[in-house]
RNA sequence: UGUCCUGUGGUGUAAUUGGCAACACGUCUGACUCUGGAUCAGAAGAGCCCAGGUUCGACCCCUGGCAGGACAACCA
């Protein structure tokens, strides 16, 4: 008992192993077996019909990343199988996030359109073996017959055409003698199959339409089961990963690769990431683009990928967050604040910090000469030293955030108020003598008086107050167009929705807020994406709508604010 | 009422593959602080879906339940 318990302990002690996910323990078990001469190749598969989200954020770190690590390759490749939905515009979006992303597929970009010849000798190859049929039913004919999980289906009346005229028929498809859903080619499994899947499913559809990369050579166009696998084998991918919705398509995948005698790819399925507040569906996602409920699918409240850039999400925030989210078989949904906190870790350590004040009210230094100016040195970054330092302007009348203010503060409320003394950063001890308001009350000005002995740096500035907050020298504020952004939905679930009632129901009406603030000069010219940490506020990054002289910063995420847990509590 | 998958603290992921559960986020204390940030120290929180069984011993094995999810596009 004690030994064992001695043992545990150095063991933790000496190297705590990360623990491999059960994908990582598959491969290194075949690894160990030698399968495939110790090859790892995964791949990253994304239909070109829609922008990337955080969702193939994980799936493209899962796959790269287990290239990187076993030493093997990656491929990116296109799905582009179903020319009615697909768009060249959507591959250069996917080849930009993943690069953005910070992975290389090096010169393995391919398509699964690459491959239409010799999927249809792999068909030709079933229909040889009677494995295959063409099929004239319809669309709903074939739906009808296919029975229901519960009951088994009827078998087509085509079923037992020879292998002669099925070849025939097959060719015909090709060359274009039958019009749309006229007939399709099918696979001869078997219509009682307990897996629906497995109920002579499609092989090949007719469909006359042009192809992003193939254009008007086929009017036939193969499924995704009989596209996806064989790719795989082609590229003689070892482990096919995907998420858990395709595990019923596993028995089929393997039907194949038996019967076509091809490279046994493996698939592996794992659980798709969900975000709490956030709907993940293309569909879904495309809905919010197109009924303009978001501005395109780079609104920086959109958990696409493109989005997330804009936000100010760098792509190693994103990549952390992707490892450490993990990788397993169970449904999970993970909270938007441990992706948030994976962006403020990362900014924390790389984003130069800068005083803007966002809900100006004007603060008077009284006694503080008119005309007046100093000028403070600060840190860029206290995480970085090598950051530097700058120098801020200071003068006579500041703004400062409305918030820091209050004529009655509660008990531990530790910024500005009658009588009370407070540190403006970089600066010096002022105290609040005065209040002007104006005729309904609101406060119009703040009057201080300064303790010119507390300079920040000087010998003398030592003296402890409860308080520090930021300002903006109003002489040399610069004015900047600011988006405050919130969660795009109310509902932690945001699909889970009363009886009839829509996913959109949930969208947070307030998940935008546009206003016009004061940033010190530091701030004045950004480059675009640059990132920011407006102190004591977040992380602000420069949008692509800045102009010269004219910023635009988005809020990536608020500071941590352990200030509105102290608020609440203290009603 | 078919087949397949899944079921560990609030959330997510682990447990050297049978030795009474670890890490991260979150939460709560306290220290420190010219960001009520960061950092540091610490605490609470699951007894592993349930019931049997095997075993000296089970989160890990067996049996039976229960719960959740996926599957009935010529989408992927």
């Known amino acids: 008992m004690e030994e064992n318990k001695n043992a545990r302990n150095s063991g933790k002690n000496e190297e705590t192993k990360p623990s491999l996910n059960f994908i990582e323990q598959i491969i290194e078990e075949d690894l160990r077996q030698n399968k495939n001469q110790s090859r790892v190749h995964t791949r990253f598969p994304p239909e070109p019909n829609g922008y990337l989200h955080i969702g193939h954020a994980k799936s493209i770190c899962l796959n790269f990343g287990l290239g990187i690590k076993y030493n093997g390759l990656t491929n990116l490749r296109f799905d582009d199988t179903n020319p009615l939905t697909e768009d060249v515009e959507y591959v250069d979006s996917i080849k930009e996030d993943v690069r953005w992303l910070g992975f290389d597929w090096e010169e393995r970009e391919y398509y699964a359109s690459d491959y239409f010849e010799q999927l249809y000798e792999f068909a030709v190859k079933l229909i040889k073996k009677g494995k295959a049929y063409v099929c004239d039913m319809s669309a709903e004919e074939i739906s009808a017959n296919r029975g229901t999980p519960t009951r088994p289906g009827k078998e087509s009346p085509f079923r037992g055409r020879s292998i002669e005229e099925n070849l025939d028929l097959f060719a015909g498809m090709r060359k274009g003698e039958f019009s749309d859903g006229e007939k399709v080619l099918r696979a001869r499994i078997d219509m009682s199959s307990p897996n629906m899947h497995m109920r002579d499913p499609v092989l090949y559809r007719i469909i006359h339409a042009h192809h992003h990369r193939t254009g008007n050579d086929w009017c036939i166009y193969p499924t995704y089961d009989f596209a996806h696998g064989q790719s ?51 569909r879904k996602l495309l809905e919010l683009v197109k009924k303009n409920l978001v501005n395109g699918w780079d609104d920086p409240r959109m958990p696409t990928i493109c989005g997330l850039r804009r936000r100010g999400y760098t792509p190693e925030s994103i990549r952390t967050f992707a490892e450490r989210i993990g990788v397993a078989k169970r449904d999970n949904v993970i909270d938007v604040a441990f992706l948030e906190h994976c962006i403020r870790e990362d900014l924390n350590h790389r984003a130069s910090r800068v005083m ?9 230094i009284t006694n503080y000469p008119e005309g007046k100016t100093e000028e403070m040195e600060a840190v860029n970054n206290p995480e970085d030293e090598s950051a530097g330092k700058r120098f801020v302007s200071f003068s006579r009348e500041i703004y400062i955030e409305r918030e820091d203010f209050m004529e009655d503060p509660p008990k531990k409320y530790f910024r500005l108020s009658p009588g009370n003394e407070v540190r403006l950063k970089y600066a010096y001890i002022i105290k609040c003598e005065d209040v002007v308001k104006d005729a309904s009350g609101n406060i119009t000005e703040i009057r201080c008086t300064y303790d010119a002995l507390t300079r920040s740096g000087s010998p003398e500035s030592n003296r402890k107050v409860k308080g520090t907050i930021h300002w903006v020298s109003v002489q040399h504020a610069c004015e900047a167009e600011v988006r405050l952004f919130d969660r795009l939905f109310m509902k932690e679930n945001p699909e889970d929705t009363a009886d009839g009632e829509d996913f959109k129901m949930n969208l947070n009406p307030d998940s935008l807020k546009v206003i016009t603030g004061y940033t010190e000069p530091a701030a004045s010219s950004p480059a675009v994406l640059e990132k920011f940490q407006f102190e004591r506020l977040g992380y602000f990054c420069a949008d692509y709508d800045t102009k010269p002289g004219k910023p635009v910063f988005n809020r990536t995420v608020t500071l941590k604010d352990s200030w509105v847990k102290v608020d609440k509590n203290s009603d």
Do not use: G
């Not at 795989?232 to 990963?241: C, L, M, Q, V």
């Not at 596993?250 to 709490?276: H, V």
């Not at 803007?356 to 008077?364: D, I």
């Open 232 to 282: 795989d084998s082609i590229e003689k991918i070892t482990h096919s990963i995907c998420t858990l919705e395709f595990e019923v398509h596993r028995p089929l995948y393997e039907w194949f690769i038996k019967e076509l005698e091809i490279f046994p790819s493996r698939q592996i399925e794992f659980a798709r990431l969900n975000l709490s507040y956030t709907v993940m569906s293309k």
């Open 356 to 364: 803007a004040v966002l809900n100006p009210v004007k603060l008077v």
